[in-house]
């Protein structure tokens, strides 16, 4: 089955998305039959990838959409429940490599959220009106501000560890000892306790922002939300722009975007990206920019990257590396990040900045081998010239090709290279390359605007190896096939530790700490193994555990 | 001056769990009963409160004499803490523990489903006294009013019952949990009850008398299963629960037969054969006995929502770990533990409620709720014996499981009482016949007037065949003014 990541409103099946004035509700309210897969029921508001890939949805479109939108009330559409969490028996039944790519897929919603209220001022108002319990509380912890109905028996949880043997998945251990500042002992207290805490004790311990008793909820959400949206600088009159459907088409051997195309070699297990520059001129104004709205290339470019990145890595598992090319005319590229540098205050030109962050932190964090094979004829210029430095190492091509009329290999940096798409460690992508060589990172600032040719782009240490047309092509079938050969899981733990350099922020530990303790729990037999507490969920019979502390 | 408090604390608290040896306990209990007193003035019985009131009050556990009648005033009521006596050897009945010794602290790994399980069962104690606390004002009969306030203080008995078990086994989260049962208010939307249905008005005689007919025999199943509880303080305080809880139903089970016996009598002292001639009927101050159907309905459906969903994970958990087990569990024929067994479950399949197979361990609430059926049908069989005795035609029945419900398979659909799936618009057509209307609600309301002269009762209902404690119908159950 093709998980598709595109949707739109009015195909939620799960959410409901409504706005007035500066206020959204996001109101969840999952359909019970409508599990992404067979064999599991969304009880009680509990999700799964599908209910998620709505979420993403609704948060990207009130951003580009919604200008106007100063707060988003998150709440429930069902009485007593605002959200079981991930639904267990979708986990229990799920491969580990699905797992492991909805934890990772749901964090990076969740910090889609914080990226909205922390960077665009869309603030987010979690309004808990009932049992909210793990990866419900999680989606809650994502938000500014919770506030929780103080009615004597609604309560908020984290049971992953009493009752499920794993661990919350979508940075909820982090995320209240690091964002809300629970105390480390109460934080034990709380993760441990399986039934959860309520009312004035939540707010004491720092899990919760405000209690309010039933009666009056609706009144306290709405005095919330218009509080946290006096906080907001978002424009109060911008007109959203549509962010219409994705232009693309699937094949079997790849997927065709507008400027984006993904080509599947199956049996080598390689996949080659490649990201075609913009064509045409950017816009004169701000003005223009509205007109083309979604077609502004650097807008599009990123949704159809971001669309081919998640469906290589939930369709298309057996991939081994992923090669990163870019076609087309660097000055023109060039151009349009100059036009983004100078209406960086434009709301829409700051959302478009912002998307490729995300979009570009969402490579960071694909567990697959990257490579960019820097040609002749591509465009590896500012924004795309970024891709170059996310990907594990670089291929660069010395001098003219044979037969090849193309201009030859060139790497330029510019403004958006060094500042505009931190990846989640808070550093730019050539900060982390040049950690602790300030040398070499001035060096870069002093090339911004220069094509380096591959001579330059080495001896700046933009590019890791540069091939003339004689070696190229074996070359990088050698580095392909031998890294195919590799073990995938020892890659994908290597990659992870070489790419993150440099200071730890919520946003990496959350994803360390997920790739390496989450996914190691959900490995054990205490949680998957037949007599493991995932496995034995619903049946009613204890889980049987192996006692040795490792 | 602490010692003196403390004997004479323990003297109105008739207990046999050696409480007066159990200092923690004690100060716990101590600390908590002023606060049970205040809830007891300010959300039970309205009115009464200085009235002599004859009522049991347990004092024993023996099989012979284990209460003893008085008159009592209510807030001096000697609620105690009473359990079976203990059985020697007793095993865990059921569950992965089967055969183990019965426990007598809480196992941790259990703690938090046995808590949820007390304080669930603690909470709807309180909530029945809090609907119906008014009314006191409009008791048919002395009689009625002396059998209320009897449900009423054993209900709060049942309640000391549960928080002992708090406070004893719990620690510092069982006395929060003690006090917050105190702070919960049936109906109130800041802090309900934790049931739907302890939410729900008792707006009528009738509707006490349903409620304790179904809604109390939902706590009896309720307590019957953890009676086989492997935690043994909770079996043993479940037993003795379950001998005051029987009267709770014997005044649901005798309360509406007297009704339905003064309407048909009323029918036929005054040649009315037709029971759906309801206006006549009306007209001679009695309730007709379709109206006692639709709320009969009524109760029945908010009381199959109290064994929660069809298919339950809880439930499981709670029988595999031994803490709560079936209906006579221990004269159940199988291996108590059904971990490969099977039960008939009725889910909604295709939109037709349909039998399906389920995995025994979580099908226990259907199982307890089908024990709980069988138990209804008997009861309104001998209802039925009294306008066949009569001569008037008429039969109460129960609707299908699927009617009207709020909870599990089939929350969200419309069931007719006779179990077909039927669409809104014909719901909507139809729903005046099923359940009780507001002129339903209205007409009731207007029988509804206190008689406080003893030996005298309310028009719409009969005498009992025979008083309390072997004292006549007339005796003066209530002194009102004293």
């Given at each position: 089955m093709n998980i598709d990541f595109e949707t739109h409103p009015k195909c939620y099946r799960h959410w409901r998305l409504s706005t007035a004035g500066q206020t959204a509700t996001l109101t969840l309210d999952v359909?019970?039959?409508?599990?992404?897969?067979?064999?599991y029921e969304l009880k009680l508001n509990s999700y799964d990838l599908g209910v998620d890939i709505e979420l993403a949805d609704a948060i990207q479109r009130l951003r580009f959409e919604h200008p106007e939108v100063k707060v988003v009330v998150m709440r429930s559409?069902?009485?007593?429940?605002?959200c079981a969490g991930a639904n267990i028996r979708m986990l229990a039944g799920a491969s580990h490599g699905h797992k492991v790519n909805f934890c990772k897929f749901t964090n990076e919603t969740r910090n889609a959220i914080e990226d909205a209220s922390g960077n665009s001022g869309q603030r987010y108002l979690a309004a808990v009106t009932g049992a909210c319990a793990g990866g419900g509380y999680e989606l809650a912890l994502a938000a500014d501000h919770i506030l929780l109905v103080d009615d004597g028996s609604t309560t908020i949880s984290l049971p992953e560890v009493p009752?499920?043997?794993?661990?919350?998945?979508?940075g909820g251990l982090t995320r209240i000892v690091d964002?809300?500042?629970?105390?480390r002992d109460l934080a034990d207290l709380f993760s441990t306790t399986e039934e959860g805490v309520r009312g004035q004790r939540a707010v004491d311990w720092k899990l919760v922002d405000e209690i309010a008793p039933a009666s009056r909820i609706e009144e306290a959400i709405s005095a919330r939300a218009n509080a946290m949206a006096e906080t907001s600088q978002r424009p109060d009159d911008a007109k959203g722009i549509a962010l219409g459907s994705l232009d693309r088409v699937f094949s079997d051997t790849g997927v065709l975007y507008s400027t984006v195309a993904v080509e599947l070699d199956r049996e080598s297990r390689i996949a080659t990206v490649t990201v075609t520059g913009p064509e045409t001129d950017p816009p004169a104004s701000a003005d223009g920019l509205a007109a083309q709205g979604d077609h502004f290339w650097p807008l599009r470019a990123a949704r159809e990257l971001d669309d081919a990145f998640l469906h290589l890595r939930?369709?298309?598992?057996?991939?081994?590396v992923v090669q990163l090319r870019t076609e087309g005319e660097a000055a023109t590229m060039l151009a349009h990040d100059a036009f983004l540098d100078a209406h960086s205050e434009n709301w829409l030109v700051g959302e478009i900045r912002l998307l490729w962050k995300r979009v570009l932190t969402r490579i960071d964090l694909t567990a697959r081998s990257m490579v960019a094979l820097i040609e002749?004829?591509?465009?590896?210029?500012?924004t795309l010239a970024e891709l170059a430095f996310a990907v594990d190492r670089s291929y660069m091509a010395l001098g003219p090709f044979e037969g090849d009329n193309r201009p030859e290999a060139a790497l330029t940096l510019s403004?958006?290279?060094?500042?505009p798409y931190p990846m989640s460690n808070g550093l730019t992508r050539l900060q982390t390359r040049f950690l602790g060589d300030g040398a070499a990172l001035q060096n870069a600032v002093h090339a911004t605007g220069k094509p380096q040719d591959a001579e330059d782009a080495l001896a700046l240490g933009l590019a890791t190896i540069i091939l003339d047309d004689i070696d190229w092509e074996d070359e990088i079938r050698i580095f392909v096939e031998e890294r195919a050969s590799f073990s995938a899981d020892a890659l994908t733990a290597m990659e992870a530790n070489l790419r993150f350099a440099g200071p730890e922020t919520m946003e990496t530990k959350i994803f360390g700490r997920l790739t390496a303790w989450q996914n190691w729990v959900f490995q054990r037999p205490n949680a998957?193994?037949?007599?493991?507490a995932l496995r034995r969920y619903g049946t009613g019979r204890q889980p049987d555990f192996n006692t040795e502390r490792i | 001056m602490i010692d003196i408090d403390t004997v004479s604390y323990d003297t109105k608290i008739p207990n046999n769990v050696g409480l007066s040896e159990d200092r923690r306990v004690l100060k716990a209990l101590e600390k908590w009963h002023p606060g049970y007193i205040d809830w007891w003035k300010e959300m039970?019985?309205?009115?009464?409160?200085?009235s002599l009131v004859y009522l049991r009050t347990a004092?024993?556990?023996?099989?012979?004499?284990w209460a003893k009648f008085d008159y009592v005033r209510m807030p001096e009521y000697r609620w105690g803490v009473l359990l079976a006596p203990q059985e020697e050897d007793?095993?865990?009945?059921?569950?992965?523990?089967?055969?183990e010794p019965a426990w007598q602290e809480i196992p941790g790994e259990h703690r938090a489903l046995v808590r949820r399980l007390l304080v669930i069962q603690g909470d709807t104690e309180p909530g029945s006294v809090e609907q119906q606390r008014h009314l006191g004002a409009t008791a048919p009969s002395l009689y009625d009013l002396r059998n209320l306030f009897q449900v009423n203080v054993e209900e709060g008995r049942h309640l000391w019952a549960m928080v002992y078990l708090l406070q004893k086994y719990l620690g510092r989260d069982g006395r929060e949990e003690a006090n917050d049962l105190l702070m919960r208010r049936s109906?109130?939307?800041?802090?309900?009850?934790?049931?739907?249905a302890f939410n729900?008005?008792?707006?009528d005689w009738l509707s006490f008398f349903m409620f304790t007919f179904f809604t109390d025999r939902d706590g009896k199943m309720q307590l019957e299963s953890l009676a086989q509880s492997g935690f043994d303080p909770l079996s043993r305080t479940c037993r003795f629960m379950l001998t005051e809880e029987a009267h709770h139903m014997f005044v649901g089970e005798t309360g509406v037969g007297r009704a339905i016996q003064r309407t048909c009598e009323a029918m036929k002292a005054a040649g009315?054969?037709?029971?759906?001639d309801i206006d006549s009927v009306r007209a001679l101050g009695v309730i007709d006995l379709p109206t006692m159907q639709k709320k009969a309905n009524l109760h029945y459906a908010l009381s199959l929502d109290l064994?929660?969903?069809?298919?339950s994970t809880n439930a499981a958990n709670a029988f595999n770990s031994g803490i709560k087990g079936r209906y006579h569990e221990t004269r159940?024929?199988?291996?108590?533990?059904?971990?490969d067994d099977t039960y008939p479950v009725v889910r909604l399949v295709d939109g037709v409620p349909t039998v399906v197979d389920t995995p025994a361990l979580t099908a226990l609430n259907m199982r307890l709720r089908d024990d709980y059926i069988t138990d209804c049908t008997r009861g309104i069989a001998r209802w039925n014996r009294i306008p066949a005795n009569i001569g008037i035609n008429f039969e109460m029945t129960l609707p299908r499981q699927?009617?009207?419900?709020?909870?599990?398979?089939?929350?969200?659909v419309r069931v007719s009482p006779e179990g077909t799936v039927i669409d809104d618009a014909t719901w909507a057509a139809r729903e005046g016949e099923w359940l009780p209307s507001a002129d339903d609600g209205a007409f009731i309301a207007s029988l509804m007037h206190a008689e406080t002269e003893p030996g005298r009762y309310a028009g719409w209902i009969a005498p009992p065949r025979q008083g309390i404690d072997n004292l006549p119908g007339d005796f003066e159950y209530v002194k009102i003014e004293t």
């Open positions: 359909d019970e039959a409508g599990g992404l897969f067979e064999g559409g069902k009485d007593r429940v605002f009752l499920l043997a794993v661990l919350p998945g979508t964002k809300r500042f629970v105390r939930f369709n298309e598992r057996d991939i081994a002749p004829g591509s465009c590896f210029a500012g403004a958006m290279n060094f500042g998957v193994g037949e007599e493991g | 039970g019985p309205q009115g009464f409160q200085d004092v024993n556990v023996g099989a012979d004499g007793r095993v865990v009945p059921f569950g992965e523990h089967l055969g109906g109130d939307p800041d802090k309900p009850r934790m049931l739907g729900e008005a008792t707006p009315i054969e037709d029971p759906n064994f929660g969903s069809e298919v159940i024929d199988d291996d108590h533990r059904l971990v699927a009617f009207y419900r709020q909870i599990g398979e089939f929350a969200n």
